[in-house]
């Protein structure tokens, strides 16, 4: 059973992930929001303008909002998991969110910024990333905390964070977590570009931004994929969990008539996917992009096909759950003999979920680690 009441330095919530249902025991916050909660209760924080970044599903929002309801709050995330549950958690918990803005990960930061608290994210080059975005705005002196497992921070974050925006040092450890506090020196640092890459076999040219799934090269379960794609006519593809947009790119060039939408969770990853589109595509009017969880949020989408190579983790968690509810949406959205084609890795055994939602499931390819298995949604009659 999930745990979902919060309980720390005299601060009670009750916190869920987001969305709510879903197949999975995992927790909303962990150790290390406790400690950064534990840190600023301890050290009687007043509550200065306050950039809270990576804050999973709110638990930092709503710890410091139930602290001082006017606590000014500018948070940035790039998920749309996060963005919608910590708005969730808010307003299961009562709390005021007069005081708190909403930044993805390219916007303009505010130069108001007077304190920031941060967890660190799974990806280091997207945290480099972020760093330098912060190293634009905040003034010298600054105070930056940045809360990970202890396990997690070594010698090369610490260097990370001096090289990207001034000096740091780790706590103690407490609860196997510990913060760093970093000052900021002042000096601006530059952006990072964009990695760019061809598929020369393919003729696309493809870019990603910090936060996108594959960095700089193909992904063995996308190349997969691309060998295998479905035959026939499409009208209507979804490319759930797009990432850079390959699969999608790869389906425009293949089912000419077919409109082509674009999901992810990822705010970069859509960002990716138009930038990618503009590159290999003329026809704007083809393509249209949904930043969201699954397809939560899809309501005029009725896809004959949806492409998906569904992720296996969220942050740092290992979890089969948001495949699972990749599958649901899709079984829910298709149209009758519409199909679901998906790559995964041969132990997840995702046919075993496939078969219980649509009845049925083929194995299309194989290799030692991949499975391609198509699901095709019976016509009611
Ligand atoms: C394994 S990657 C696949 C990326 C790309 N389709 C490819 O084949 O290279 C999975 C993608 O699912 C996205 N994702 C994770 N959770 C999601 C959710 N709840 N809703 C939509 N997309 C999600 C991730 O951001 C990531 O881009």
Partial sequence: MTISQFSCSGIELALFRYPKQQESNLQAWDAADEHLIKMLVESQQQPLNTAIINDSFGALQCALTSINPTWPLMVETDAKTSLLGAKQNLADNQLNTDNIRYFNSRDLLPQSIQLVLMKLPKNLSYFAHQLQRLSQILP??????????????????????????????????????????????????????????????????????????????????????????????????????????????????????????????????????????????????????????????????????????????????????????????????????????????????YHVKIKRIFKNCHTIASNGKFVILQAKKQAVN
Avoid at 175 to 187: H, L, P, Q
């Fill in 140 to 349: 010298q002196g600054t105070q930056v905390f940045i809360a990970a497992k202890a396990k997690s921070i070594n010698k090369s974050i610490l260097t990370t964070i001096e090289q990207n925006l001034g000096s740091a040092s780790a706590s103690l450890t407490w609860k196997k977590t510990r913060v760093i506090t970093c000052i900021s020196d002042g000096n601006k640092r530059s952006l990072p570009q964009s990695v760019t890459w061809k598929v020369a076999e393919l003729g696309l040219s493809m870019s990603n931004l910090s936060n996108v799934f594959a960095a700089n090269k193909l992904d063995i379960g996308a190349r997969i994929m691309l060998d295998n794609m479905p035959t026939g006519e499409f009208s209507s593809v979804i490319d759930l969990g797009c990432g850079n947009g390959i699969l999608g790119l790869r389906a425009a060039q293949l089912y000419p008539q077919a409109q082509i939408h674009f999901v992810d969770d990822s705010e970069m990853a859509i960002e990716s996917s138009r930038i990618n589109w503009q590159a290999n595509h003329p026809d704007a009017n083809r393509a249209t992009f949904h930043w969201d969880d699954c397809l939560t949020h899809l309501d005029n989408v009725t896809p004959d096909l949806v492409l998906c190579n569904p992720p296996f983790h969220q942050g740092e968690a290992i979890t089969d759950h948001i495949a699972w509810q990749m599958f649901l949406d899709a079984y829910r959205k298709l149209s009758p003999g519409g199909i679901l084609h998906v790559v995964g890795n041969r132990h997840l055994a």
